[in-house]
């Protein structure tokens, strides 16, 4: 099983900065895929940003330009760099990668618990 485990949600008043962090452990084998996807209250899942194994990164509309997604091989982790935050950019993040196990033939998806990101006016 892998675990993912999200930090660096808080509190920030609009205009602020903000980075994510989500470390990936467990019995992994290779990740392929990582994404960051957030929901705000009332609204549907989205797609904030992803990124390959190769580090093609694709974003949403709404924050492209503004947030920027990475990621350390080496630590299993991916990040989200937030600039310029945005009060509705408040909602919970999750993190997510398409990894293998060594029980696994194909890349299966595992998601984070969630971070809460706050943005106040």
């Given at each position: 099983q892998v675990?993912?485990?999200?930090?660096?949600?808080?509190?920030?008043?609009?205009?602020?900065?903000?980075?994510?962090?989500?470390?990936?452990s467990g019995s992994i084998v290779s990740i392929n895929s990582m994404a960051w996807y957030r929901q705000a209250?009332?609204?549907?899942?989205?797609?904030?940003?992803?990124?390959?194994?190769?580090?093609?990164?694709?974003?949403?509309?709404?924050?492209?330009?503004?947030f920027t997604i990475s990621r350390d091989n080496a630590k299993n982790t991916v990040y989200l760099q937030m600039n310029s935050l945005k009060p509705e950019d408040t909602a919970v993040y999750y993190c997510t990668c398409f990894a293998q196990t060594p029980a696994d033939l194909f890349f299966r998806p595992y998601w984070g618990q969630g971070t809460q990101v706050t943005v106040s006016s």
């Open positions: 675990q993912l485990v999200e930090s660096g949600g808080g509190l920030v008043q609009a205009g602020e900065s903000l980075r994510l962090s989500c470390a990936a209250p009332g609204k549907q899942r989205e797609l904030v940003a992803s990124i390959t194994s190769a580090g093609s990164t694709n974003y949403a509309d709404s924050v492209k330009g503004r």
